[in-house]
Nanobody, 124 residues
Framework: QVQLVESGGGLVQAGDSLRLSCAVSGLTFSMYRMGWFRQAPGKEREFVAAIIRSGSSTYYADSVKGRFTISRDAAKNTVYLQMNALKPEDTAVYYC?????????????????WGQGTQVTVSS
């Protein structure tokens, strides 16, 4: 049974930092690309960041580039999203996702498994 469990969300002020974690079980972590997506109230879910299965390359949405960092720890089967300089517009439910491929992708359909999400709220 595949499980992706996000944690680390919360309520913070603009300019603060948060680190999200996604613990993965039930699959061979090293064979999956990992991604973070988010969905704000009343909006469609959107791409945030992705990392290839080796961890050597990362990709970001323009809106978070330079502020967010995605990483993965093969020993812990965990992917992280370090979020710095948070803005109110970063408020959303954040989801991690796993896709069976070497390459990273910003396309949601290319991910096979999804977590339940963790809420991030940034106050101004």
């Amino acid at each position: 049974q595949v499980q992706l469990v996000e944690s680390g969300g919360g309520l913070v002020q603009a300019g603060d930092s948060l680190r999200l974690s996604c613990a993965v079980s039930g699959l061979t972590f090293s064979m999956y690309r990992m991604g973070w997506f988010r969905q704000a109230p009343g909006k469609e879910r959107e791409f945030v960041a992705a990392i290839i299965r080796s961890g050597s390359s990362t990709y970001y949405a323009d809106s978070v580039k330079g502020r967010f960092t995605i990483s993965r720890d093969a020993a812990k089967n965990t992917v992280y999203l370090q979020m710095n300089a948070l803005k109110p517009e970063d408020t959303a439910v954040y989801y991690c996702a796993a896709g069976y491929s070497a390459q990273a992708s910003s396309i949601q359909l290319r991910y096979d498994y999804w977590g339940q999400g963790t809420q991030v709220t940034v106050s101004s």
